[in-house]
Each structure stands twice: as C-alpha cells, then as structure tokens.
C-alpha cells in the first residue's frame, strides 16, 4: 500500500519517529494512523530490549522541588552519550521521574520502575523510560534517587 507524504508527516510529528519508520508503520498498518503508532510502539519496545546491556557513562542530575517547598527529589539518570543526555526528550523524561517520584514516593529504583506511571496509569514507569530508549536507540538507567521531605 502506497501512503501519503501528508500521514507519514503526521505520524512523524506525533510520534517524532523517522521518516522511515513512519511509512513502514503506516504500510504496515494500511493507512490506519492509530494502528500506525501501535506498531511504532512495539517496534521502539523491541529496540529498547536490544539496548538493554550496554553500558551507560553520560547522563545528567534531575532534581524537583515540589511548591511548597516541603518536598524534594534528585535522580540521577544514565545514558550511553553526553550527546543523548542533552536531547529535549531525555530531559523530559528526567523531569518526568521527579515528578513522578515526588507524588508516589518509592523505596527503591525497582519500585519506582514496576509503579504505573502518574499521568498515565495504563502503562509502568518502565515502559516510560523504554518508550524514550527506542526513541533515542540508547539505553538509559535510572541510576538512583533521593527524596527528601519535611
């Protein structure tokens, strides 16, 4: 099946997947642009499984101290390069986490990551941070996270 420049445009800017990929995904689909975005989805799962081993040696201190001033996090999240570290995509998820931290309050990074998300209940923590993994094809590590509350 033949797509349109115009559907793959659009699957790209609400996905922010390549040009590439985007058309496989809407042939794939036939068309159909939320079935088109499943399978991105799936495929981005499937390139975070592949990244899962590498080691990471960049990334970046999040912190987030909530408006009263009564609570705060730092996470430190990992990354293969200084490069992916700087994305806009690795910062939001940063941000993300803090926020997420400061509302739900794990004990640990394996509860943090098996929690289902704030904003999105219908998927965990973990399946957040691989949704960026295959977006950016590096492997990114919640390395750790303190919270401090009064």
């Known amino acids: ?14 996905t ?28 981005g799962l499937e390139r975070a499984a592949k990244k899962e081993g590498r080691q990471v040696k960049a990334g970046h201190v999040f912190s ?3 408006h009263n001033g009564r609570v705060g996090v730092l996470v430190s999240l990992a990354c293969e390069t200084d490069f992916v570290a700087k994305t806009d995509d690795f910062q939001a998820l940063g941000k993300e986490l803090c926020l997420h931290i400061a509302a739900s309050q794990p004990e640990t990074v394996e509860d943090l990551l098996d929690q289902e998300y704030v904003r ?23 390395i750790d996270f303190k919270i401090a509350k009064v």
Do not use: F, P, T
């Open 120 to 142: 999105d209940a219908s998927q965990k923590v973990s399946q957040l941070i691989k949704g960026v993994i295959g977006k950016l094809g590096e492997n990114i590590q919640v």
């Open 1 to 14: 099946m033949k797509v349109s420049l115009k559907d793959i445009k659009e699957l790209r800017e609400a």
């Open 64 to 66: 987030y101290i909530h």
């Open 16 to 43: 922010g997947a390549g040009v590439a990929d985007c058309r496989e995904a809407l042939e794939e689909a036939k068309g159909n642009g939320d079935k088109a975005m499943l399978v991105l989805q799936k495929k």
